[in-house]
């Protein structure tokens, strides 16, 4: 089914036995090597009975139909086993791949930076040593990263994109993108290009559309005290037993950014379409706290609020020490 779709190395890889959800914890897949035949013979063996899933014969999910055309394939000689075959060895590059970009990464000596206030930067000119699979891969992950999106990263428009900014050998070479094409959108991130470095953080469109048009993503939550939650795919905030009441996490918004400067906040060097998007605590609808911990020195700060970032790519300690 993947392979219909023009699925990239992490489809053809398949499911893991562990992964990452969104709200912060580990879904297992402990049966995903054994045989179904093996699982009925052992419930049969322990005389136990079992549960059969309806829609496993309901001809109208894809599943089913291609399940049913497994003797056909067998005749091709696409039986599981070797379908299982491929899949791991996909797993395996997918691993090596990984761990090649994570030590360049940890070899860029500060050329790649990934910023707690949920950003990155990356210089063209080690970005452009990368091979053109590493750009893509690296590219996709941080829009992963910092798009606020549950599903994945649509391989195929990424990849239509980096192929409208390459040289004639086919390396993304951001350095000497034409003057009509200085950036671009896609998946809830935006990459802005500049002279010797790009970034790359939260869509905010602009002040006007920035929650009305992404409703399900900066959306605003409550938060009860001892309360955790995933914000907008992005962070894991977390207001402790000793808030003295429930708060509203939710974008700061341009509006918002204004009001705290005009309580005399000073703002780090950051772009201020990245801090729209960061999260902030509200209570009866006033900013009562900014939520973020690099953001401590401000006179709104709450020392009850733990805000850390819930996706980064590869190990942190491979990126260059964060700085804003």
């Given at each position: 089914?993947?392979?219909k779709?023009?699925?990239?190395?992490d489809?053809l890889?398949?499911?893991?036995?562990?992964?990452?959800?969104?709200?912060?914890?580990?879904?297992?897949?402990?049966l995903?090597?054994?045989?179904?035949?093996?699982?009925i013979?052992f419930?049969?063996?322990?005389n136990?009975?079992?549960?059969?899933?309806?829609?496993?014969q309901?001809?109208?999910?894809e599943?089913?139909?291609?399940?049913?055309?497994?003797?056909?394939?067998?005749?091709?000689?696409?039986?599981?086993?070797?379908?299982?075959?491929t899949?791991?060895r996909?797993?395996?590059?997918?691993?090596?791949?990984?761990?090649?970009?994570?030590?360049?990464i940890?070899?860029a000596?500060?050329?790649?930076t990934a910023?707690?206030?949920?950003?990155?930067?990356?210089t063209?000119a080690?970005f452009?040593r990368?091979?053109?699979?590493?750009?893509?891969?690296?590219?996709?992950?941080m829009?992963?990263?910092v798009?606020?999106?549950?599903?994945?990263?649509?391989?195929g428009?990424?990849?239509d994109?980096?192929?409208?900014?390459?040289g004639?050998?086919?390396?993304?070479?951001?350095?000497t993108a034409?003057e009509?094409?200085q950036?671009?959108?896609?998946?809830?991130?935006?990459v802005?290009?500049?002279?010797t470095k790009?970034?790359v953080?939260?869509?905010?469109?602009?002040?006007r559309t920035?929650?009305?048009?992404l409703p399900?993503?900066?959306?605003?939550?409550?938060?009860?005290?001892?309360?955790?939650?995933?914000?907008?795919?992005?962070?894991?905030?977390?207001?402790?037993?000793?808030?003295?009441?429930?708060v509203?996490?939710?974008?700061?918004?341009e509006?918002?950014?204004?009001d705290?400067?005009?309580?005399g906040?000073q703002?780090?060097?950051?772009?201020?379409?990245?801090?729209?998007t960061?999260?902030?605590?509200r209570h009866?609808?006033?900013?009562?706290?900014?939520?973020?911990?690099?953001?401590?020195t401000?006179?709104?700060a709450?020392?009850?609020?733990?805000?850390?970032?819930h996706?980064i790519?590869?190990?942190?300690?491979?990126?260059?020490?964060i700085?804003?």
């Amino acid at each position: 089914m993947r392979l219909k779709r023009g699925t990239g190395i992490d489809g053809l890889a398949g499911m893991r036995p562990a992964r990452k959800l969104p709200n912060g914890a580990t879904h297992l897949r402990p049966l995903l090597d054994v045989a179904k035949l093996d699982v009925i013979q052992f419930m049969h063996n322990a005389n136990k009975t079992w549960r059969e899933d309806p829609s496993n014969q309901n001809q109208i999910f894809e599943r089913v139909r291609v399940r049913d055309l497994q003797s056909e394939f067998d005749s091709l000689g696409i039986t599981r086993e070797n379908l299982a075959r491929t899949a791991r060895r996909a797993d395996q590059f997918v691993r090596y791949l990984d761990s090649a970009i994570e030590n360049k990464i940890a070899d860029a000596a500060g050329a790649i930076t990934a910023h707690d206030l949920g950003f990155f930067t990356v210089t063209h000119a080690w970005f452009e040593r990368l091979a053109p699979l590493e750009q893509v891969r690296l590219l996709s992950e941080m829009i992963a990263s910092v798009g606020g999106q549950a599903e994945p990263v649509p391989l195929g428009q990424l990849e239509d994109i980096v192929e409208s900014l390459s040289g004639s050998n086919g390396t993304l070479k951001f350095s000497t993108a034409s003057e009509s094409r200085q950036g671009f959108t896609l998946h809830g991130a935006q990459v802005d290009i500049g002279r010797t470095k790009f970034r790359v953080y939260r869509e905010t469109l602009d002040a006007r559309t920035l929650l009305s048009a992404l409703p399900n993503r900066l959306a605003a939550q409550s938060l009860t005290p001892g309360q955790v939650v995933v914000w907008d795919h992005r962070f894991v905030i977390t207001l402790s037993d000793a808030a003295p009441h429930p708060v509203t996490v939710g974008p700061l918004t341009e509006r918002g950014l204004a009001d705290l400067e005009a309580h005399g906040w000073q703002r780090p060097d950051v772009p201020a379409r990245v801090l729209w998007t960061l999260p902030v605590f509200r209570h009866n609808g006033t900013i009562s706290a900014f939520a973020h911990n690099d953001l401590n020195t401000s006179p709104l700060a709450p020392s009850h609020c733990v805000v850390t970032r819930h996706r980064i790519p590869y190990r942190p300690g491979a990126f260059n020490p964060i700085s804003t």
